[in-house]
């Protein structure tokens, strides 16, 4: 296993991201656009998992939640409202320090950490990791991380662009290209299809239990699909 799975360069890019994080309209604006779809299939797989009224609006009440690669907060923040102790973690200080600040304006107890998830202690009943694997040093040893910081009877859920033509043309040659996405955000060679997911999650001790794909149509926006050739959600438990 590496040392670490922070890869500087990365944090540093997303670092620079910091100041305009919460801004619908700044350089984070697609996680804007996004966190509500990936917001919607994390729910969805918390009732079905645990059994949960999806009427409730704190299904996570008593669950302890993990979001690696939180960013400034934008699903951690829900996390809590669902009713979860959440701690975040991210790679890069600028954000965290954005995030601290972001979850005490509106009263949000939040335990956030600038730093590896390698380093971490405990065990979480839900870990996210959400466009996170294709950033990281080693993404099978940062899974392997992730299992090891799950509970008995705990969830993961992640997401990430898949390694496909279509991914490259609209999120870095045309995303990238035109600004909706901050230049240099994503290398394609670092794109992970979801069958090499699977078999990381199952290394690393884990079962897949569902993939749903995160598509866009000029009707629709992005949504969540059948069709992951653009980006995915996965969700995994202790096999």
């Given at each position: 296993?590496?040392?670490?799975s922070?890869?500087?360069?990365?944090?540093?890019?997303?670092?620079?991201l910091?100041?305009?994080?919460?801004?619908?309209?700044?350089?984070?604006?697609?996680l804007?656009?996004?966190?509500?779809?990936r917001?919607?299939?994390?729910?969805?797989?918390?009732?079905?998992?645990?059994?949960?009224?999806?009427?409730?609006?704190?299904?996570?009440?008593?669950?302890?939640a993990?979001?690696?690669?939180c960013?400034?907060g934008?699903?951690?923040?829900?996390?809590?409202?669902?009713?979860?102790?959440?701690?975040?973690?991210?790679?890069?200080?600028?954000?965290?320090?954005?995030?601290?600040d972001?979850?005490?304006?509106h009263?949000l107890?939040?335990?956030?950490?600038?730093?590896?998830?390698?380093?971490?202690?405990?065990?979480?009943?839900l870990?996210?990791a959400?466009e996170?694997?294709?950033?990281?040093?080693?993404?099978?040893?940062?899974?392997?991380?992730?299992?090891?910081?799950?509970?008995?009877?705990g969830?993961?859920?992640?997401?990430?662009?898949?390694?496909?033509?279509?991914?490259?043309?609209l999120?870095?040659?045309?995303?990238?290209?035109?600004?909706?996405?901050?230049?240099?955000?994503?290398?394609?060679?670092?794109f992970?299809?979801?069958?090499?997911?699977?078999?990381?999650l199952?290394?690393?001790?884990?079962?897949?239990?569902?993939?749903?794909?995160?598509?866009?149509?000029?009707t629709?926006?992005?949504?969540?699909?059948e069709?992951?050739?653009l980006?995915?959600?996965?969700?995994?438990?202790?096999?």
């Amino acid at each position: 296993m590496v040392a670490s799975s922070i890869v500087p360069e990365e944090a540093e890019h997303f670092g620079r991201l910091a100041s305009d994080w919460w801004d619908p309209t700044g350089r984070s604006a697609m996680l804007h656009k996004l966190n509500p779809v990936r917001l919607k299939y994390v729910r969805d797989q918390i009732d079905q998992h645990w059994q949960v009224d999806e009427c409730s609006r704190t299904p996570l009440a008593g669950k302890r939640a993990l979001d690696v690669g939180c960013g400034a907060g934008l699903l951690a923040e829900p996390l809590a409202r669902l009713g979860a102790r959440v701690t975040g973690i991210d790679a890069s200080p600028e954000v965290i320090a954005v995030a601290r600040d972001h979850a005490a304006r509106h009263g949000l107890e939040i335990d956030y950490r600038a730093g590896d998830v390698q380093e971490l202690q405990g065990r979480f009943d839900l870990i996210t990791a959400m466009e996170v694997v294709e950033h990281v040093a080693e993404p099978a040893a940062f899974v392997a991380a992730l299992a090891k910081r799950l509970a008995r009877d705990g969830l993961i859920v992640m997401s990430t662009p898949n390694a496909t033509a279509m991914s490259k043309l609209l999120m870095i040659t045309v995303a990238e290209g035109v600004g909706k996405i901050p230049r240099g955000t994503h290398e394609f060679e670092r794109f992970i299809a979801p069958d090499r997911l699977k078999m990381m999650l199952a290394d690393a001790g884990l079962k897949c239990l569902d993939v749903e794909g995160i598509a866009w149509s000029p009707t629709h926006g992005l949504h969540l699909s059948e069709d992951v050739r653009l980006n995915y959600l996965i969700s995994a438990v202790a096999a």
